[in-house]
């Protein structure tokens, strides 16, 4: 049974109050997109073992199971809370890694077009860190960032996300990049 827009807008509306396997229902209809977030979201990782997008999914699906403290405002608020749980998830990993490893760095790439540029940027941890910074500037850089580059939405899609115009985005996004990239170069010669 495929479940319409408004239908998932009510029943997400209603979390918390869904018994478990009606909340299981409604993120099985969401899957398709769960699964484009997490593929988006592991886009630049070099060491593909780390983790695969359906496993990522899984993990994700876990973690939102068990939240009942979120009054989801829609389909769009939920992808993007699972989009930023994703993001966490994989800084988890490689915080694990890096440690296990003993500061070893895994690459990842940000992207100023999501689906061709293939500039490597620095390892996940760093950009993770950047992203923090960017959100202490203006919580709405993030919100694009992680709308384009971890949820994989084109600019029209995240105007939409967020509530703002088009060429709101255009113009942050592209502050935002500059800046990361900025930052990141930075981060990356401090590491030399």
């Known amino acids: 049974m495929t479940q319409s827009s408004s239908d998932i807008t009510e029943l997400l509306g209603r979390w918390s109050e869904l018994a478990v396997d009606e909340q299981q229902f ?16 592991m886009a630049g990782e070099q060491d593909r073992v780390m983790l695969q997008p359906t496993l990522l999914v899984n993990e994700a699906y876990l973690r939102l199971i068990d939240v009942n403290r979120i009054e989801w405002q829609g389909r769009t608020h939920f992808l993007r809370v699972a989009g930023r749980m994703m993001r966490q998830i ?59 580059v971890f949820g994989g939405a084109s600019i029209r899609e995240t105007a939409e996300i967020l509530d703002v115009s088009v060429s709101t985005v255009k113009r942050k996004w592209n502050v935002a990049l500059a800046w990361l990239y900025q930052r990141l170069n930075e981060v990356s010669k401090e590491n030399l």
Do not use: P
């Not at 409604?26 to 979201?41: F, G, P, Q, V």
């Not at 440690?99 to 790439?109: I, N, V």
């Open 90 to 148: 994989l800084v988890d990993i490689a915080r694990r890694r890096a440690a296990d490893k003993r500061g070893a760095q895994y690459l990842t790439q940000l992207t100023r077009d999501v689906a061709s540029d293939q500039a490597t940027l620095g390892s996940l941890l760093d950009i993770d860190n950047a992203l923090q910074e960017l959100a202490e500037i203006d919580e709405d850089y993030l919100a694009i960032v992680e709308a384009r």
């Open 26 to 41: 409604l993120l099985t209809s969401l899957y398709d997109d769960l699964y484009r977030i997490a593929r988006h979201a």
